[in-house]
């Protein structure tokens, strides 16, 4: 399969903002901001990962998405890990994940009804640079004032346990039915395996790696795909041109040029979807 380019869906949030990333083109003043971007691919295909960009003005509400086999247990193809790439945090920004202590369901319920899951929550200070995994069943909310890359499984089953007092529906007993509400401990992060590759995750699902610019020869698993996301710079791959602020999916093997200055994401399926 060639080199191909994703579509990039527009998503206006309450809580985004008119200043995105390098890349994109901000919204105008007097217009909804954008919360998300989205990569999507072309035609009806529903690929195993997505990825996107976030930038917060506001907490998002607190969530918790279910495992893969507690999806399929409702008629869903697949549940949602996830992980962060931070590009940019204000000084004060966090993420909570897990809770300080394992919470019983009843407590939980109660806590997201009244307003005190947010005490309940862990909420970690962030930076840029900071990565992040969160596997399925995570209780989580990204706080405000944060520009990050979403790498997930593709997957939009999200349960709120919390909004803050925002008017939309909250989804208490799927939620607390999924939850793993217990301490978040951080998966090991393999880091650089070989000069100019980092492994930020390898984890069942997918695998998310940094690059430096550079060339290199790219070989994924026959019937795999991989995506490219620049987060800086420029390049080349397999005769396609592109810059950061696009995504780019490729197959088979694929031959890479990125600008020296370039700082890349390159996500594939884990062991358990090749």
Same mark, same amino acid.
């Given at each position: 399969?060639?080199?191909?380019?994703?579509?990039?869906?527009?998503?206006?949030? +309450?809580w985004?903002?008119? /200043?995105?990333w390098? #890349?994109?083109?901000?919204?105008?003043?007097?217009?909804?901001?954008?919360?998300? =971007?989205?990569?999507q691919a072309? #035609?009806?295909?529903?690929?195993?990962?997505?990825?996107?960009?976030?930038?917060?003005?506001?907490?998002?509400?607190?969530?918790?998405?279910? *495992?893969?086999?507690?999806?399929?247990?409702?008629?869903?193809?697949?549940?949602?890990?996830? %992980?962060?790439?931070?590009?940019?945090?204000?000084?004060d920004?966090?993420?909570?994940?897990?809770?300080?202590?394992?919470?019983?369901? *009843?407590?939980?319920r109660?806590?997201?009804? !009244?307003? /005190?899951?947010?005490?309940?929550?862990?909420w970690? @200070?962030?930076?840029?640079?900071?990565?992040? &995994?969160?596997?399925?069943?995570? =209780?989580h909310?990204?706080?405000? $004032?944060?520009?990050?890359?979403? =790498?997930?499984?593709?997957?939009?089953?999200?349960?709120?346990? &919390?909004?803050?007092?925002?008017?939309?529906?909250l989804?208490?007993?799927?939620?607390?039915?999924?939850? !793993?509400?217990?301490?978040?401990?951080?998966? @090991?992060?393999?880091?650089?395996?070989?000069?100019?590759?980092?492994?930020?995750?390898?984890?069942?699902?997918?695998?998310?790696?940094?690059?430096?610019?550079?060339?290199?020869?790219?070989?994924?698993?026959?019937?795999?795909?991989?995506?490219?996301v620049?987060?800086? #710079?420029?390049?080349? =791959?397999?005769?396609?041109?592109?810059?950061? $602020?696009? %995504?780019?999916?490729?197959?088979?093997?694929?031959?890479?040029?990125?600008?020296?200055?370039?700082?890349?994401?390159?996500?594939? +399926?884990?062991?358990?979807?090749?």
């Open positions: 399969m060639p080199a191909t380019f994703l579509a990039t869906h527009r998503v206006e949030k +309450p985004g903002r008119h /200043s995105l390098p #890349g994109f083109t901000d919204p105008a003043p007097d217009s909804e901001p954008v919360g998300e =971007i989205w990569f072309p #035609g009806d295909s529903a690929p195993d990962l997505l990825v996107k960009y976030l930038f917060t003005s506001e907490k998002l509400s607190v969530q918790v998405h279910p *495992d893969d086999a507690q999806a399929r247990e409702r008629g869903l193809p697949r549940g949602k890990d996830e %992980c962060w790439v931070i590009l940019a945090a204000e000084p920004s966090t993420i909570a994940l897990g809770t300080h202590e394992p919470v019983d369901a *009843d407590t939980l109660a806590a997201a009804l !009244d307003g /005190s899951i947010e005490t309940l929550l862990d970690k @200070p962030v930076k840029a640079g900071d990565f992040i &995994y969160a596997p399925s069943r995570t =209780i909310a990204i706080g405000a $004032g944060i520009t990050l890359i979403e =790498i997930q499984q593709n997957s939009e089953t999200t349960y709120r346990l &919390y909004d803050y007092g925002r008017p939309r529906e989804h208490l007993e799927d939620g607390v039915a999924v939850a !793993d509400a217990v301490p978040f401990v951080a998966a @090991p992060m393999p880091g650089e395996v070989e000069p100019g590759r980092t492994i930020l995750v390898e984890g069942p699902k997918f695998v998310v790696e940094r690059w430096p610019g550079g060339d290199r020869t790219v070989t994924l698993p026959k019937g795999a795909t991989g995506w490219l620049p987060v800086r #710079g420029k390049g080349v =791959i397999d005769g396609v041109a592109w810059h950061a $602020g696009q %995504c780019v999916t490729v197959a088979g093997t694929a031959q890479l040029h990125a600008a020296p200055e370039s700082d890349l994401l390159f996500a594939y +399926p884990g062991a358990e979807r090749v």
